[in-house]
């Protein structure tokens, strides 16, 4: 009788579409995170993230930022690495939430806080603890969110006097209604991404 060979148990599956994103420069620069694969989740480019990074570095130390379609967090650690005080995340997708938690913890972050929910939703109300110095605004393309959301921030006090406002959107997006006292301090296209910053004016 020919004895068959032991099959090799198979190796488990790997978890699905789990990638990273780099931190640039600062305190954690270098260091990498767990990034989930969520539906229209689209981490911002290392290429765009050195540019943007630039532009707003002389308003970074110690300011409080909003990552408010945090996706992988990518934007708001960043600026928590390099000296932003505070950044509240938001992000909708309960895989992507739970590993923000989890890259918080990875790397010690105590000034962080993660909502789990719905960005418009949070917007609808004046914030519990304050304005924001720095809000970045990157929603998933395609789906109409970006105009609802900066007029959220807007009506509803969610900007410090003087706030930057970061917004990435898709490339054929060539116009969208902003209020009518922000204005354009830098922009750039790299690919499918148009990318700006947006100054509000004091005293509003």
């Known amino acids: 009788m020919v004895k068959r060979a032991n099959r090799k148990p198979s190796s488990p599956t790997p978890s699905r579409g789990v ?4 931190i640039i420069a600062g ?3 270098g260091r ?3 990034v989930q694969d969520a ?11 050195e540019t943007v990074f630039n532009w707003l ?10 990552d408010i379609f945090a996706g992988s967090g990518g934007l708001g650690f960043e600026a928590l690495s390099r000296g932003a005080s505070w950044v509240h995340f938001c992000e909708k997708h309960p895989a992507a939430a739970k590993q923000l938690r989890a890259n918080v913890d990875h790397l010690g972050a105590q000034n962080a806080h993660i909502d789990c929910g719905d960005a418009l939703a949070l917007l609808a109300t004046a914030p519990k603890d304050g304005p924001y110095d720095i809000v970045f605004v990157d929603p998933p393309f395609h789906q109409g969110l970006l105009e609802d959301t900066l007029a959220a921030l807007d009506a509803n006090h969610w900007l410090a006097p003087n ?9 054929n997006l060539e ?10 301090h830098r922009e750039k296209r790299a690919g499918q991404v148009n990318y700006r910053l947006y100054f509000t004016e004091p005293d509003h």
């Open 163 to 171: 706030a930057c406002v970061y917004i990435e959107a898709e490339s």
């Open 39 to 49: 539906q229209g989740l689209r981490p911002t480019t290392d290429r765009v993230k």
């Open 32 to 34: 990498k995170l767990a």
């Open 19 to 22: 990638g990273s994103v780099r």
């Open 175 to 184: 116009a969208y209604q902003i209020p009518a006292h922000w204005h354009c």
């Open 57 to 66: 570095a002389p308003y970074l130390p110690e300011a409080r930022c909003l």
């Open 27 to 29: 305190r954690w620069r």
